[in-house]
Nanobody, 124 residues
Framework: QVLLVESGGGLVQAGGSLRLSCAAS????????MGWFRQAPGKEREFVARVSWTGGSTSYVDSVKGRFTISRDNAKNTVYLQMNSLKPEDTAVYYC?????????????????WGQGTQVTVSS
């Protein structure tokens, strides 16, 4: 059974930082690309960041470049999202996802597995 479990969300003031984690089990984690998405109330799910299965390639949505960093530890079957300089517009439920196919980046339809999400709230 594939399981992705996010943690690390919470309430933080603007300018603060949070580190999200996503622990994976039930599949060959190191053979999957991993992504983070977010969904704010009333909005569509939005791509945030992605890391290749080796960790050697990353991609970000423009709005988080320079503030967020995605990384993975294949020994721990975990992917991380370090979020710095948070803004109120970063408020959303954050989801991690796994993609088996090489080259998948930002299309949520190309991801195979999803976590349940963790709430991030940034106050002004």
């Amino acid at each position: 059974q594939v399981l992705l479990v996010e943690s690390g969300g919470g309430l933080v003031q603007a300018g603060g930082s949070l580190r999200l984690s996503c622990a994976a089990s039930g599949y060959f984690f190191s053979r999957y690309g991993m992504g983070w998405f977010r969904q704010a109330p009333g909005k569509e799910r939005e791509f945030v960041a992605r890391v290749s299965w080796t960790g050697g390639s990353t991609s970000y949505v423009d709005s988080v470049k320079g503030r967020f960093t995605i990384s993975r530890d294949n020994a721990k079957n975990t992917v991380y999202l370090q979020m710095n300089s948070l803004k109120p517009e970063d408020t959303a439920v954050y989801y991690c996802a796994a993609a088996a196919r090489r080259g998948v980046v930002s299309d949520p339809r190309e991801y195979d597995y999803w976590g349940q999400g963790t709430q991030v709230t940034v106050s002004s």
